[in-house]
């Protein structure tokens, strides 16, 4: 489905030289999850092979990096799809939104920036507790201090999927506000409340909902594995919660 989406993107990007800024996002946001996909694959023959700890090491630190970096550019792109469809679609006659409004692509290309800085603390932060996350499974041997940097660590991580998911959050209740304000003027007018404008709200909503909630469900499980994996290690159950993740 992604290498669908991203052909046929590229296919009228060259045809027409010209390609729309949401055709663009899919298109960037179809290229980072086939790479994602791709690491998961990577990781799934790796575990099936018995390699040994060195190279198992140095390929766990890998695909960790490119797992995180993926990981990141998904939600970052997704991120910058909702806001598009806000400023697209919704109108409000404030004059910050409107200034936001006019300049949509330097927003969503700011976005994407600010969301390089997160990336950056995230991947220091990785590297520098790397050690400790190779060697996860034996985690309950370490005193209780390494367990104590291990909670601090992981708390820092995940604070870096509130970026995305508060801007989400944001867009989906600006784009309901604006649908609730739009059907009462039309109302007000005795139009009819089903023209294309509040089916486009509509739409916009169902789609920045659906990957609201499943982020949602993606930052859960991620975290559930991240906490799980230092008590189980290598029990069936962490297995598992990896394999939910993915």
Same mark, same amino acid.
Request: proline share 1%; glycine share 2%.
């Given at each position: 489905? *992604?290498?669908?989406?991203?052909?046929?993107?590229?296919?009228?990007?060259i045809? +027409?030289?010209?390609?729309f800024?949401?055709d663009?996002?899919?298109?960037? %946001?179809?290229?980072?999850?086939?790479?994602? %996909?791709?690491?998961?694959?990577? +990781?799934?023959?790796?575990?099936?092979?018995? %390699? @040994?700890?060195h190279?198992?090491y140095?390929?766990?630190?890998?695909?960790?990096?490119?797992?995180?970096?993926? +990981?990141?550019l +998904?939600?970052?792109?997704?991120t910058?799809?909702?806001?598009?469809?806000?400023?697209?679609?919704?109108?409000?006659s404030?004059?910050?939104?409107?200034?936001?409004?006019?300049?949509?692509k330097?927003?969503?290309?700011?976005?994407?920036?600010?969301?390089? &800085?997160?990336?950056?603390?995230?991947?220091?932060l990785?590297?520098?507790?790397?050690?400790?996350?190779?060697n996860? @499974?034996?985690?309950?041997?370490?005193?209780?201090?390494?367990?104590?940097?291990?909670?601090?660590?992981?708390? &820092?991580?995940?604070l870096?999927?509130?970026?995305?998911m508060?801007l @989400?959050?944001?867009?989906?209740?600006?784009?309901?506000?604006?649908?609730?304000?739009?059907?009462? *003027?039309?109302?007000?007018?005795?139009?009819d409340?089903?023209?294309?404008?509040?089916?486009?709200h509509?739409?916009?909503?169902?789609?920045?909902?659906?990957? %609201?909630?499943?982020?949602?469900?993606?930052?859960?499980?991620?975290?559930?594995?991240?906490?799980?994996?230092?008590?189980?290690? *290598?029990?069936? @159950?962490?297995?598992?919660?990896?394999l939910?993740v993915?």
């Open positions: 489905g *992604n290498v669908f989406i991203g052909l046929v993107n590229c296919s009228e990007w045809r +027409n030289q010209n390609i800024l949401a663009f996002i899919f298109t960037c %946001l179809a290229t980072s999850r086939i790479m994602q %996909l791709l690491v998961v694959v990577s +990781n799934s023959l790796i575990m099936g092979l018995s %390699l @040994s700890q190279y198992t140095k390929l766990a630190k890998s695909i960790t990096l490119l797992w995180r970096i993926t +990981n990141h +998904n939600n970052s792109l997704a910058c799809l909702s806001i598009f469809y806000l400023l697209k679609i919704a109108y409000f404030h004059s910050l939104f409107l200034w936001l409004k006019w300049r949509m330097k927003v969503v290309l700011a976005v994407l920036v600010f969301s390089l &800085l997160f990336l950056i603390f995230d991947l220091l990785l590297e520098s507790f790397n050690d400790l996350l190779s996860v @499974s034996n985690l309950t041997l370490y005193i209780e201090e390494s367990k104590t940097l291990y909670v601090e660590t992981m708390t &820092l991580l995940s870096t999927c509130l970026f995305p508060a @989400s959050l944001t867009s989906v209740l600006l784009l309901f506000l604006s649908l609730v304000r739009h059907i009462r *003027n039309l109302q007000l007018n005795c139009m409340s089903r023209d294309s404008s509040t089916e486009a509509k739409r916009a909503i169902k789609m920045v909902m659906s990957f %609201l909630f499943l982020f949602l469900i993606h930052i859960f499980v991620t975290q559930v594995a991240n906490w799980i994996l230092p008590m189980f290690g *290598n029990h069936t @159950s962490a297995k598992f919660t990896l939910a993915y």
